[in-house]
């Protein structure tokens, strides 16, 4: 599954996507992670996306966030990105079982990305743990998956 927030980074690797398997058709749904947050044109431009260029898109929201109308403002931004951004990647992930998902983040944005591997393994609860990871020696990717494991790439 490839996650698509929509933004800057997410729109190139889809395009990239595109282009990797024209003529044919991107042959792995779209996963957003929808807070509820997004302008409404952004969600415009994604349904247009999905429509012109005959993607699978899934849209996952938290519910438990949704019910208890969690917001940036109401419970702070912590709380609000660990409910209605982590926790909700996690059951997205966890309902559709991929064996990997990729993003668009970039190692330049934050300290913690720069220590993101190309691999970069999950625990079964999709924790992420940088002294953990397999080692890329020589520009070999160590691409095996053990039982229970995901990977984002």
Do not use: C
């Amino acid at each position: 599954v490839m996650l698509y927030s929509i933004g800057k980074d997410s729109s190139v690797l889809l395009h990239l996507a595109r282009k990797a398997f024209y003529p044919g058709r991107v042959p792995f749904p779209l996963l957003h992670v929808d807070t509820g947050w997004k302008f409404r044109e952004m969600i415009a431009f994604r349904d247009e996306m999905v429509e012109k260029y005959d993607l699978d898109l899934v849209v996952h929201t938290n519910p438990r966030g949704a019910a208890e109308n969690v917001t940036p403002f109401t419970h702070g931004s912590a709380l609000y990105t660990d409910i209605m951004k982590t926790e909700a990647l996690r059951q997205a992930l966890d309902a559709g079982q991929y064996d990997a998902a990729f993003g668009g983040a970039r190692r330049d944005e934050e300290a913690s990305r720069a220590k993101e591997r190309i691999y970069s393994f999950r625990t079964p609860d999709h924790r992420w743990d940088p002294r953990n990871q397999r080692p890329e020696l020589w520009n070999i990717y160590n691409g095996m998956v053990r039982k229970g494991e995901s990977v984002r790439a």
